[in-house]
C-alpha cells in the first residue's frame, strides 16, 4: 500500500503562483511513476502532469510552459510548481502513485483562482 497527502492548495488570484505538494509514504519503493490530475466542478478527472522514476516529465498542453513537476526523493515528496495561474485552473488536484499495476490515489486538494 502507498499513501499520498495533497498539500499546498488554497486561494489565489490570477497571475500568481502556488506550489502542491505529495507526500508519499508506506511501500513506495518501485514506485514506476507519479501524476498529478485535476477535477473542477461538473467536469471529468484530468491528467495534468507526470513523472517517472527516472525523472521523465509529461504535461497537458493546457499547463505546458506554468506548471512544473519535480520530485524530492529524499522527502518521498513529489511537488507541481503552478504559474501564471488562471481561472480555469480552479480544480481539485490530487496526485497518484503508480506501483506494480496499482494506482494509489490521495485525497485531493482544492486550488481556487480568483479574477
Known amino acids: 500500500q502507498v499513501q499520498l497527502v495533497e498539500s499546498g492548495g488554497g486561494l489565489v488570484q490570477a497571475g500568481g503562483s502556488l506550489r502542491l505538494s505529495c507526500a508519499a509514504s508506506g511501500s513506495i519503493f518501485s514506485i514506476n511513476a507519479v501524476d498529478w490530475y485535476r477535477q473542477a466542478p461538473g467536469k471529468q478527472r484530468d491528467l495534468v502532469a507526470s513523472?517517472?522514476?527516472?525523472?521523465?516529465?509529461n504535461y497537458a498542453d493546457s499547463v505546458k510552459g506554468r506548471f512544473t513537476i519535480s520530485r524530492d526523493p529524499a522527502k518521498n515528496t513529489v511537488y507541481l510548481h503552478m504559474n501564471s495561474l488562471k481561472r480555469e485552473d480552479t480544480a481539485t488536484y490530487y496526485c497518484v502513485a503508480s506501483r506494480g499495476g496499482m494506482h494509489y490515489w490521495g485525497k485531493g486538494t482544492l486550488v481556487t483562482v480568483s479574477s
Open positions: 513523472i517517472t522514476s527516472s525523472g521523465s516529465t
